[in-house]
T-cell receptor
Framework: DTGVSQDPRHKITKRGQNVTFRCDPI?????LYWYRQTLGQGPEFLTY????????KSRLLSDRFSAERPKGSFSTLEIQRTEQGDSAMYLC??????????????FGPGTRLTVL | KNEVEQSPQNLTAQEGEFITINCSYS?????LHWLQQHPGGGIVSLFM???GKKKHGRLIATINIQEKHSSLHITASHPRDSAVYIC??????????FGKGTHLIIQP
């Protein structure tokens, strides 16, 4: 499968614990996006990378959230000191990156986080 | 910040009916995306529009830049079209801004 993959697919953690999610984009894609989606809502933008550079961060991304894309390939999203409000589906998407935000984005299956 | 509104929020129709889902946004954009999300979370990009109209199979998407409005149409709807359809707009500094989605159910 050459699509976008995410790991793990599901994560249950206790409040206060740290969690890390991984996203592997389509190999030739330069842009990588992280989104968060809560039940009944559309996705919300968190951050995006152009190659290894993190170019934009949403105001939603508190200091407890950090994302990296060290070699311009896979990316990790870490949440420190998780709170119950962090429970959501975390979606990753990638695009070629030639047309800015007008490129078609290809989404991964998501990581569903439940904070107890 | 762009505000994206979709209507209706929920739609139930019979197989074969012509379906229209609407999307309005508040700030001028460079592109509008229509996405399909099935139960379990997987999102698939259906269309990216910057002007006019696009057609793919039974799906048609139109956009009116002046009116800040787009529609997604499904002809000869089928139960497998049942999904959440999401409109998203781009062009600002915060990536894509998404609507809440339209939950479509097509009954046989």
């Amino acid at each position: 499968d050459t699509g976008v993959s995410q790991d793990p697919r599901h994560k249950i953690t206790k409040r206060g614990q740290n969690v890390t999610f991984r996203c592997d984009p389509i190999s030739e894609h330069n842009r990588l996006y992280w989104y968060r989606q809560t039940l009944g809502q559309g996705p919300e933008f968190l951050t995006y990378f152009q190659n290894e550079a993190q170019l934009e961060k949403s105001r939603l991304l508190s200091d407890r959230f950090s994302a990296e894309r060290p070699k311009g390939s896979f990316s990790t999203l870490e949440i420190q000191r998780t709170e119950q409000g962090d429970s959501a589906m975390y979606l990753c998407a990638s695009s070629l990156g030639r047309g800015g935000h007008t490129d078609t984005q290809y989404f991964g299956p998501g990581t569903r986080l439940t904070v107890l | 910040k762009n505000e994206v509104e979709q209507s209706p929020q929920n739609l139930t129709a019979q197989e074969g009916e012509f379906i229209t889902i609407n999307c309005s946004y508040s700030v001028g954009i460079s592109a509008l995306h229509w996405l399909q999300q099935h139960p379990g979370g997987g999102i698939v990009s259906l269309f990216m529009l910057s002007s006019g109209k696009k057609k793919h199979g039974r799906l048609i998407a139109t956009i009116n830049i002046q009116e800040k409005h787009s529609s997604l149409h499904i002809t000869a709807s089928h139960p497998r079209d049942s999904a959440v359809y999401i409109c998203a707009v781009g062009g600002g500094a915060d990536g894509l801004t998404f609507g809440k989605g339209t939950h479509l159910i097509i009954q046989p």
